[in-house]
């Protein structure tokens, strides 16, 4: 009985540390800084430090519902009549990353007739060094980028979403909050804070992982706030506007958010939606491994979009 009673104190025991070790990874990701994403940038083929210099911007700060400042900038396009774009896209990057991996994309809305404005998550880029929550206060920091941006940028012809990884995920999450959105494009996004772990948790035995979670999910609660089932973005996509068009991509390759996300997000969005996928491709590659395909099925779908005067997706407040 003694030794039953060991046996369980420990495995219990493992599953706390792991628990915790997960709570923690998962929040403080090593993070690139804008250098460092500049030469990943430049390494994959696109100079975003030069993007940055040879396209004017201007650059301001806000402060969250929860009092964290966040940095973002705005990327006016002229169009050829000299006046300016009313149309505006709000970009999101990926975990660990920070505003210049967006800057590819960027430039693809810009040639296409729209603003652009990017923003540093929480914890990445020009912010203070805090922690990543997977979209659970990044959400809320997108929509105040939003409605700040708002009296620096005109949107009176619509704005749209874009995110790539942990941005996409960010972009699902906001998206049902926000009215009069005209259009999301997801790239590479996970369905679920919890799933997402499970996938990088590895071989990791099922009898574990289910209940390290369950420790896990009580460390974000206690640490940080974070109430991970509320990071569900397979829920908010469930529950979208069969009116609010929505662009899933992802590559079936990918090994950092398996393509498995994609199979359980698609499917769920009722009405207007269209995705492209690819094989041979890791994750959020696509723009540089396919430039022209990416780049005609964005136009595309964007034309599609803005080709009838219909009117926006009415979001929730």
């Known amino acids: ?13 493992l ?23 500049s030469g990943e940038q430049l390494s994959s083929g696109f100079d975003a430090a030069a993007f940055c210099k040879n396209n004017p911007h201007e650059d301001f700060t806000l402060f969250s519902k929860d009092g964290y400042k966040i940095h973002y900038s705005v990327f006016p396009c002229s ?3 000299g006046t300016r ?3 505006t896209v709000v970009l999101a990057h990926g975990y660990n990353g920070n505003r210049m991996s967006l800057m590819s994309y960027a430039k693809m809305f810009i040639d296409k007739g729209f603003n652009c404005v990017v923003f540093d998550q929480r914890n990445h880029g020009f912010n203070e060094k805090s922690f990543t929550s997977l979209g659970f206060y990044e959400e809320s920091d997108l929509r105040a980028v ?12 619509g704005v749209g979403l874009f995110g790539i990884s942990m941005g996409a995920a960010t972009c699902l999450l906001a998206m049902n909050k926000i009215p009069d959105l005209r259009f999301v494009i997801e790239d590479s996004g996970y369905s679920s804070f919890r799933e997402q772990v499970k996938d990088t948790a590895g071989h990791v035995p099922v009898s ?8 896990a999910s009580i460390f974000l609660r206690l640490f940080y706030g974070i109430r991970m089932g509320d990071v569900d973005p397979a829920a908010c996509v469930k529950n979208a506007s069969p009116a609010l068009p929505i662009l899933f991509i992802h590559s079936r390759s990918d090994r950092k958010v398996l393509f498995r996300h994609h199979e359980i997000l698609f499917p769920l969005k009722k009405g207007a939606k269209t995705d492209f996928t690819a094989e041979g491709v890791n994750h959020i590659e696509l723009i540089f491994k396919r430039t022209e395909e990416y780049k ?7 034309d599609s979009v803005f080709a009838s005067n219909a009117g926006a997706h009415e979001g929730a407040l």
């Open 15 to 37: 599953n706390v540390v792991f628990g915790l070790v997960i709570a923690l990874k998962t929040t403080h990701p090593k993070t690139l800084s804008i250098e460092e994403e």
């Open 208 to 215: 574990i992982l289910f209940l390290s979670m369950s420790f």
């Open 79 to 81: 169009m050829e009549d």
């Open 146 to 157: 939003l409605e700040d941006a708002k009296g620096h940028v005109d949107m009176s012809e």
């Open 1 to 13: 009985m003694v030794t039953v009673l060991i046996i369980f104190a420990i495995f219990l025991l």
């Open 85 to 87: 774009s009313r149309r």
């Open 296 to 302: 005609g099925i964005v136009s595309a779908f964007l």
